[in-house]
C-alpha cells in the first residue's frame, strides 16, 4: 500500500443499523464514525449507505483511502461478491452491495460477513493482538464465528469457514440453538435483558439457565478447540455483557472437553475489547 494511502472506510451492515467510519491505518484509530438506522428497501438502502460513506470520507482525498470494507451478516460468495443469504437483509440476497459501492466511489471495496469482520478486528487490534491462532465468536440473536491464523481471515475452500453456529451439538440442535439469545427465550420466556437482572438479583432459576448456557457455550469451544487448535478464543455479541453469569462455567466445561493436555492447560478464553465498533473496524481492515 502506498505510503499516501493511509485511511481506509469500514461499514458496519447490521439488520437494525449501519455503523460506517473513517479509520486510520498508520495509528489504527477511529477518525470520524456516523450511525443511521438501517432502511428496509434495497435501492434506498444502497442509496443511504453511499451516502453514509460521502459523509465520513468528506474533506479526505481519494488519493489518501486505501479502500472500503463492508461487512454483512450473511453468506459470501467471495469469487462473484455476491451476497448469497443474510438473515437480516433478505432483500439484498443475491446482490453485489460491494461491487455497487465501488462503481460510485471508483475506489477498491472489498466485503466479508459481519463476524468475521468482528474476529479480524479483535485479533489485530483488540484481545487477540499477541496471539497468532485466534477464533472469535459473536453471542447475539445468533452465533456467529471467524477464524484468524497470523492476521489474516480463513474462509476456507468456499468461504463458509468459521461459520461456528451451524455445529450439530444435540441431536439436531445446534450450537446456535443452545448458546444464544434464542435459547435464553426459549429455555425461560424472558428477554435477555429480564433474566440477566433477575440473575443478577439471585433468582436461581435464572441463574440456572445462565449455568446451561455456559455448559453448552464450553462444548461448542471445545468442539472448536479439538479441530481447529487455537490458542484464543475472544468472545462477543450482546450476550457478552452477561458474561460474568455464565463465562466460569464455560470455562470449566471447555476445559473438561478439550483433548489435547496442552490446549486445556494453555487456551484462553476472553472478552472482545473493542465493543461496538469491532465490525466496522474489522471492515476498514479487509482494505489492509
Avoid at 439488520?15 to 443511521?36: C, H, P, W, Y
Avoid at 432502511?39 to 451516502?51: A, F, G, R, S
Avoid at 433468582?203 to 484464543?232: Q, S
Amino acid at each position: 500500500m502506498p505510503n499516501k494511502q493511509i485511511f481506509s472506510i469500514g461499514v458496519d451492515v447490521g439488520g437494525s443499523k449501519i455503523n460506517a467510519m473513517l479509520f486510520d491505518l498508520r495509528k489504527n484509530e477511529i477518525v470520524r464514525r456516523q450511525t443511521i438506522a438501517t432502511p428496509k428497501k434495497k435501492k434506498k438502502l444502497l442509496n443511504q449507505l453511499i451516502q453514509l460513506i460521502e459523509n465520513v470520507i468528506a474533506g479526505v482525498p481519494k488519493s489518501r483511502i486505501a479502500g472500503i470494507g463492508l461487512g454483512i451478516a450473511g453468506e459470501i460468495d467471495f469469487q462473484k461478491g455476491i451476497l448469497l443469504n443474510s438473515p437480516n437483509l433478505k432483500f439484498l440476497n443475491g446482490t453485489r452491495p460491494a461491487r455497487t459501492v465501488e462503481k460510485y466511489f471508483k475506489l477498491k471495496t472489498g466485503m466479508d460477513n459481519d463476524a468475521n469482520c468482528f474476529a479480524l478486528a479483535e485479533a489485530r487490534l483488540g484481545a487477540g493482538r499477541s496471539f497468532k491462532n485466534v477464533v472469535g465468536i459473536t453471542l447475539g440473536t445468533g452465533v456467529g464465528g471467524g477464524i484468524v491464523i497470523n492476521g489474516s481471515l480463513y474462509h476456507g475452500a468456499f468461504g463458509s469457514a468459521g461459520e461456528v453456529g451451524w455445529m450439530i451439538l444435540d441431536g439436531t440442535r445446534t450450537f446456535e440453538d443452545l448458546a444464544s439469545e434464542k435459547f435464553i427465550k426459549s429455555i425461560s420466556h424472558e428477554s435477555p435483558i429480564n433474566l440477566e437482572a433477575k440473575a443478577r438479583r439471585g433468582d436461581k432459576n435464572a441463574l440456572k439457565v445462565y449455568e446451561t448456557l455456559g455448559t453448552n457455550l464450553g462444548l461448542g469451544i471445545a468442539n472448536i478447540v479439538n479441530v481447529m487448535d487455537p490458542e484464543l478464543i475472544i468472545l462477543g455479541g450482546g450476550l457478552a455483557s452477561a458474561a460474568g453469569l455464565f463465562l466460569p462455567q464455560a470455562r470449566k466445561t471447555a476445559k473438561k472437553h478439550i483433548i489435547s493436555p496442552l490446549s486445556r492447560r494453555k487456551l484462553k478464553i476472553v472478552l472482545a475489547k473493542l465493543g461496538k465498533n469491532a465490525g466496522a473496524v474489522g471492515a476498514a481492515l479487509l482494505c489492509q
